[in-house]
């Protein structure tokens, strides 16, 4: 392997989560404010988004928050149209948390809007920038 690909890929590979981490949390705050969503719901909408219909308890579990507060987010979201709510078929005591088609345009977008943002922070870059982050 070149050894310029290789030392950008491990820039990248060290520098990228950081970058995108602190960007992330930046933009979901500012999204969250201008759709009628808090942080967490839209944190919540992005994990099903991502990986599926997901149990009350598990959500609660990757979300770290507590039952009764999950209860209600899952509650105003339902009510927004951003998520429904059935019985698991396999166990009638617990509930799966689907995302609707409304909630995933807003989870999409959001993902949009934050790689576009990531993209214009990328792009204002320049040789010297890089060469000082490869320091780091």
């Known amino acids: 392997m070149n050894h310029v690909v290789s030392d950008t890929i491990a820039f990248l590979s060290r520098t990228f989560p950081k970058i995108y981490s602190s960007l992330y949390l930046e933009y ?3 999204y969250s404010s201008i759709k009628n969503v808090n942080k967490t719901q839209l ?5 099903i988004k991502n990986y599926g219909d997901i149990s009350m308890t598990d959500l609660c579990s990757k979300l770290n928050i507590e039952k009764g507060s999950l209860t209600s987010m899952v509650d105003d979201l339902t009510e927004k149209g951003y998520v429904i709510r059935t019985r698991d078929l396999s166990d009638r005591r617990k509930y799966l948390i689907s995302i609707t088609d409304k909630g995933m345009n807003l989870a999409s977008d959001f993902m949009e809007k934050l790689s576009q943002k990531l993209e214009d922070k990328l792009s204002k870059l320049n040789d010297e920038d890089i060469k000082r982050y490869r320091t780091l």
């Open 28 to 30: 979901l705050k500012e």
């Open 43 to 47: 944190r919540a909408l992005m994990f």
